[in-house]
């Protein structure tokens, strides 16, 4: 539903969650340093550090890796700055948020003036999307697909149906990487009225360096091309996007995304034994309801999360968590574990003890 706008932090990151002595389960970044042969990619460019950006060679790979034309486009410094560019390009004067979703996007439009409606998904639903229930006079519209913090995987067929004349649809993919062969993806040849962003952060410990990309409608490619400072993503983060873009790349994304999928399983079944649900996720994290102070326990015994009230739609007994290894989610159902029983023991009231026969 399009509903108010009431008071959310959306500059709030799962960064600000972490403390030196706590497992990280709110970054959603997969490697703390990139692999080795990427690493020594980036490491090559330094003896070319003082010339300036050429995103030529980046552009190329990214759409020989997509099927697509080199005009549809453009390297960005992550997804944020692609996000400012749309919100500066002037794609529309009404635009629309889908909730729960990342919140750099609104953040980015009302930073450029404009009062972005939020249209708020239910969990009800499992936080899935009706394209029919879309207002029809939104002529921008922003989605994360698979989405962050809902984790869900919107059909592709059900996104094409957002798509109509005078309206830009915009979808973030930057954890469509994390999905094999990354069935839903809107990405293809004709991408008329829409921008697909990406991020090459997540997969591959990239969050320092800023690497992603944006493919879409070379029109409106071309707008956000406008909007961008001149040489804006630097020369080692072309180089890592052209490296991973490569057969190698590819190969060890599909792998990664995999083993996420196991990871995922384990994570899921075992909030399920606890009685807490995380639907149907397709990403390297994962959204519950659990229940007010559920974050502040866990900090309590070692593990940071993602609290869940600064995204629009949720409230303070949410959390995300992040996918780790099996000894990480091993540990942390345990602690979640003693977590539950304390809560439990705290809302039982205490047993009264029985009155002596003689008590008056």
Known sequence: MVGPHPPVDLTFHGDQELAADLVDLAVNVRLRTPPAWLADAIRA???????????????AAIAALHGIDPAMVLPTAGGAEAFTLVAR?????????VHPQFTEPEAALLAAGL??????????????????????????????????????????????????????????????????????????PDLTGVLVLRSLTKTWGLAGLRAGYVIGDPVLVARLRAQQPPWSVSTPALAAMVAVCSRRGSAEARTAAEGYAVDRARLVEGLARLGLSAGRPRTPFVLTRAWAGAREALRTKGFAVRRGDTFPGLGPEWIRIAVRDREVTDAFLAALTEAVAERSAAESPAETPPRSEGAR
Do not use: C, K, W
């Not at 460019?45 to 552009?59: C, E, F, H, K, R």
């Not at 390009?89 to 948020?97: H, Q």
């Not at 249209?119 to 989605?143: E, I, K, N, Q, Y």
């Open 115 to 188: 009062r972005p409606d939020r249209f708020v998904l239910s969990a009800d639903s499992g936080f899935t999307l009706d394209p029919r229930s879309v207002p029809h006079d939104a002529d921008l519209v922003v989605v994360g697909n698979p989405t962050n913090p809902t984790g869900v995987l919107h059909a592709a067929d059900s996104l094409r149906q957002v798509i109509h004349p005078g309206r830009t649809l915009v979808v973030d993919e930057a954890f469509m990487d994390a999905v094999p062969d990354e069935p839903e993806s809107l990405i293809g």
């Open 45 to 59: 460019t330094i003896p070319n550090l003082g010339a300036y950006p050429d995103p030529t060679a980046a552009s």
């Open 89 to 97: 390009a002037g794609l529309g004067a009404r635009p629309l948020v």
